[in-house]
């Protein structure tokens, strides 16, 4: 991977910079109440005693609304000590199926599946097995990932007439549930097509109608639902009317691929949705040659078209840092949790960064520290939210670790002992709070 472009971060009036040393053992992050607050959430909260990352002199984070701030602490602001252990951004997760999840569920024996047809039967046979509703699924594995760290997700749902509109549902609820604690997304997903699977098109309008979604989505319009234009043309159409975004899944690896990346370049160009319009997976680009991927990723980002990645494996996964050069935003995901497809993922997108980081097999401090900020603000670039940067103004969504530095952490993978969310605590030492 090629390193991607870094910047320095200053928290008050300090430059973070500097080798860390060693946070000593059995060091507590505690929470102190000041003023009336007591153990209440507080609007203005001071961190102190942490090292953003990786610095080797601690540092006091101030939080006021939900934001850093580089003034003094408020008076009456409830402190909590860090304990010296290192700050980062919350993290990201950019694709995520949790309608799908069995997680925190019996064991479920998988069958041999031959294509997306197979996986999808099987879908449908998992779904109705279930004695767990969607919401309830959906918000176990949802809580789980606020506990790694994640601050936000992009949580696709399956729409489909053997389902109506359970999934988007669910996964609502689910988000209801954890408003204070995490920002989600909801794309209406067409696993089984749009165009194949008669009745569909007719959920994805319903969906979009009643505000029930952020975005629509699509799959595989040549090699799955064989009706490319049928297929864009509605999901498109849709988007348009109803103010939403798009989020195509695209795994075709050969010219499919591209001729369909060409016909949403065109269609985002033509209904004037700059930046509403995302694309999973791409399978296609990572073979190209880099002329051919700098002129389709010069329209990319003319366009602001982003992309999203699960870091599969080393000939799949995209070329983030040739991406970004030219100005894509390019996200990491989950993708499936332990669902029909495969008994894989955890949703922690800590580990998904260090996913990425073996597939491509990085070893430099710098290359680990870029494949963190994928998934730290990659995300919230596809989501066009803030980045949680630690920068003043930024919102304070950040994690509280044990280690040396970040590329460490990033190898080390260290229970996130602290998270927080909008300067409020959420998570402590792997449970929701």
Not at 61 to 83: E, F, K, N, Q, S
Not at 405 to 412: G, I, N
Request: charged content about 25%; aromatic content about 4%.
């Amino acid at each position: 991977m090629t390193p991607l472009s870094r910047r320095g971060m200053i928290v008050g009036a300090a430059a973070l910079a500097g080798t860390a040393t060693p946070l000593s053992s059995g060091t507590a992050a505690s929470a102190t109440a000041r003023g009336p607050e007591g153990d209440r959430p507080a609007k203005d909260v001071v961190f102190r005693n942490v090292r953003p990352f990786g610095a080797s002199k601690p540092v006091e984070l101030t939080v006021v609304d939900g934001r850093i701030t580089d003034g003094p602490a408020p008076h009456g602001a409830r402190v909590v000590d860090g304990g010296g252990r290192i700050a980062l951004p919350s993290l990201v997760d950019a694709h995520i199926h949790p309608d799908k999840t069995t997680w925190g569920g019996d064991w479920v024996t998988r069958k041999p599946a031959s294509g997306i047809a197979d996986y999808v039967a099987q879908d449908v046979e998992l779904f109705t097995s279930q004695s767990r509703s969607v919401g309830e699924r959906a918000y176990g594995l949802m809580a789980h990932a606020v506990t790694r760290g994640t601050r936000a997700m992009r949580a696709h749902a399956d729409v489909a007439p053997a389902y109506d509109l359970a999934g988007v549902e669910g996964v609502a609820a689910a988000r209801d549930k954890l408003g204070h604690a995490l920002d989600v997304q909801i794309v209406a997903f067409p696993q089984h097509g749009v165009v194949r699977t008669p009745g569909t098109a007719e959920l994805l309008e319903e969906a979009a109608r009643g505000g029930l979604v952020d975005m629509v989505g699509g799959i595989d319009p040549i090699s799955f639902d064989h009706a490319m234009d049928e297929q864009l043309d509605l999901v498109f159409g849709l988007a348009d009317r109803h103010g939403i975004g798009v989020d195509i899944h695209l795994h075709d690896r050969d010219e499919k691929g591209l001729e369909v990346m060409r016909a949403i370049i065109d269609r985002t160009r033509a209904l004037s949705l700059h930046g509403k319009v995302t694309v999973s997976h791409v399978f296609c680009l990572p073979r190209l040659s880099d002329g051919e991927l700098g002129r389709m990723a010069s329209d990319l980002s003319d366009l602001d078209i982003s992309l999203t990645t699960v870091a599969p494996n080393e000939s799949l996964v995209l070329p983030v840092a040739k991406l970004q050069e030219h100005g894509v935003r390019v996200g990491l995901g989950s993708d499936g949790v332990r669902d029909a497809w495969s008994p894989f993922g955890n949703a922690d997108m800590l580990h998904r960064a260090h996913i990425l980081g073996w597939v491509t097999d990085v070893r430099l401090d710098d290359e680990l520290s870029d494949c963190y900020e994928v998934a730290a603000h990659g995300g919230s670039d596809v989501m066009h939210l803030d980045r949680a940067d630690l920068r003043p103004g930024a919102p304070a969504d950040f994690v509280l670790v044990r280690a040396e530095c970040l590329p460490q952490v990033v190898v080390d993978m260290p229970q996130r002992d602290l998270v927080v969310h909008g300067g409020r605590v959420v998570a402590r030492d792997g449970e929701l709070v």
